[in-house]
């Protein structure tokens, strides 16, 4: 079984929709994220968490939200999706071992936002 | 700021040859770490190998290893003895000491020709 899930794997909505995209761990990792990605674009930071009361903005978390409802589960909100918001999302865990934190990534959600 | 540029968008590499794909980065930290990752069409980002700052010995993972140039601000991935299923998007990425941020290139689209 995979250890990062995220559901929906494919998502089509319509402007003005309020979308919720979900992720779940079994790795027991404290760290959560949320990452976009774009076409050309590496991946960029959207929110992150370093434990469940712990929730923190990232670079472009402008028109997102997001919920720490568990150590295993985080989830991204989209209040009213917009058009510009149509990308690859990726949920990812990482567990500070000593120093050498590595993210693991869930298998990405692809939206589409008409 | 750091960056990390990936000047090759796309690569072709015939089955069973090595390949070496290029990643360059700027940044002023002593303490950081380096790290390939792989998006195979599946589109999961799948970690390669990852490589210490502060260690001079270059990490090698199978038939993946580095070239890490700290002087240079140069970490190129080599892969040898290719394979189809080599086939994918690579992602360089730095992230600065044990903070959370990790910060991407725009990939490199490696294609194996059979």
């Known amino acids: 079984d995979a250890d990062v899930t995220q559901t929906p794997r494919n998502r089509i909505t319509k402007t003005g929709k309020r979308i919720m995209l979900e992720c779940s761990q079994t790795?027991?990792?404290?760290?959560m994220y949320w990452y976009r990605q774009d076409p050309g674009l590496g991946l960029r930071l959207i929110y992150y968490?370093?434990?469940?009361?712990?929730?923190n903005k990232g670079e472009i978390s402008d028109g997102y939200s997001v919920s720490r409802q568990a150590q295993a589960k985080f989830s991204l909100s989209l209040e009213s999706a917009i058009p510009n918001q149509t990308a690859l999302y990726f949920c990812?865990?990482?567990?500070?071992?000593?120093?050498?934190?590595?993210?693991?990534f869930g298998p990405g959600t692809r939206l589409l936002v008409l | 700021a750091q960056t990390v540029t990936q000047s090759q968008p796309e690569m072709s590499v015939q089955e069973a040859e090595t390949v070496t794909l290029s990643c360059t980065y700027d940044?002023?930290?002593?303490?950081?770490?380096l790290f390939w990752y792989k998006q195979p069409p599946s589109r999961q980002m799948i970690l390669v190998i990852r490589?210490?700052?502060?260690?001079?010995q270059n990490a090698t993972e199978n038939r993946f290893s580095v070239n890490f140039q700290k002087a240079a601000k140069s970490f190129s991935l080599k892969i040898s003895d290719s394979q189809l299923g080599d086939a994918a998007m690579y992602f360089c990425?730095?992230?600065?000491?044990?903070?959370?941020?990790?910060?991407f290139g725009t990939g490199t689209r490696l294609k194996v020709l059979a």
């Open positions: 990812a865990t990482s567990d500070l071992t000593g120093w050498q934190e590595t993210q693991y």
């Open positions: 940044t002023s930290e002593s303490d950081y770490y």
């Open positions: 968490s370093f434990d469940v009361k712990d929730i």
């Open positions: 490589q210490e700052a502060y260690k001079q």
């Open positions: 990425a730095y992230r600065r000491g044990r903070t959370y941020k990790y910060i």
């Open positions: 790795k027991g990792h404290d760290r």
